[in-house]
């Protein structure tokens, strides 16, 4: 007998809630933004959105689908099933974030704040639940299918990640390493740098954006979110006797991979703005990075 679907949600600790944490109480945290010219209220009211939200979100769910609910830290030792559907309640980087769990099953991505989320992942308000997740299984169910980006190292370690990956050495400090393209020739270039981001489309409208904006627009194109390619940035590269910059922006086909051979003490990779799941490199290991076999489905 097959298991009825799942429904996965999927939040983040309020801003109102880690300060009540923090400070012990409603009024001790009041007192603490009063301090720094904030008032709580709005705060506050974003955590009422949210949790109405959440509510709303769960009244929608067929009373014949199990559910469970699971915070953003808890994400890498939380087991997804094939039979879920995983509901983003939150911000477009929460689906982000979920992303990289996931092995094909449908997301539905609900905002709590409509105005201070772009709704580029988050595109349906509360309310759209009760009619989007009893179709979220079907295959008939428009939405997109979204590009991801994986990061390979030669001991066998992998990380997946939906917008981004950034290679370099943790805390952002300089990083060495051998650059190169596969099919390039064998060009190889030595570098010291602040790191290395390879993103997808869907990374093109955040940390990658920012770097292609402060270049004037110089370089690839940035992809659209469904699209194969990727690009690539070196974030500020040091020319010197040992070192060059000629390698500094590209772009990567469906089966193209740039190769990072490893020339300091340690590196790390993390995917999507989580350095707490990272990929730990040390000297002389390389890693190859390029478009990933999996998608993110997306409905709606």
Avoid: C
């Amino acid at each position: 007998m097959s298991l009825a679907p799942r429904a996965v949600l999927v939040h983040r600790t309020t801003e109102y809630e880690e300060l009540v944490a923090r400070h012990g109480t409603h009024g001790q945290a009041a007192f603490f933004l009063r301090s720094r010219g904030r008032d709580i209220e709005e705060v506050a009211e974003r955590h009422r959105r949210a949790r109405r939200a959440m509510a709303e979100v769960t009244a929608a769910i067929p009373l014949t689908w199990r559910q469970t609910r699971v915070e953003r830290a808890d994400l890498d030792r939380f087991l997804f099933a094939p039979e879920d559907v995983v509901v983003v309640v939150g911000q477009d980087g929460l689906v982000a974030n979920v992303a990289k769990y996931l092995a094909g099953q449908p997301v539905v991505g609900i905002d709590t704040d409509p105005g201070r989320n772009p709704g580029v992942l988050v595109r349906h308000r509360p309310g759209d639940a009760a009619a989007l997740l009893p179709s979220a299984l079907s295959p008939a169910t428009g939405g997109s299918e979204l590009t991801m980006v994986e990061a390979v190292a030669d001991d066998t370690q992998r990380l997946l990640a939906l917008n981004e990956i950034y290679l370099g050495a943790a805390g952002h400090q300089t990083a060495r390493y051998r650059l190169g393209l596969d099919g390039d020739r064998g060009v190889v270039e030595a570098q010291a740098s602040s790191g290395v981001l390879v993103g997808t489309g869907t990374g093109a409208s955040g940390w990658l954006r920012s770097v292609w904006q402060e270049r004037g627009g110089a370089g690839p194109r940035l992809p659209g979110p469904t699209e194969d390619r990727l690009v690539w940035f070196v974030r500020e590269a040091w020319p010197s006797p040992a070192t060059g910059t000629s390698l500094v922006a590209g772009e990567l086909g469906a089966d193209g991979r740039l190769s990072l051979t490893v020339e300091s003490e340690r590196l790390i990779a993390f995917g999507d703005g989580i350095e707490s799941d990272a990929v730990e490199l040390t000297w002389g290991q390389t890693v190859r990075v390029g478009g990933g076999g999996e998608r993110l489905r997306l409905v709606g």
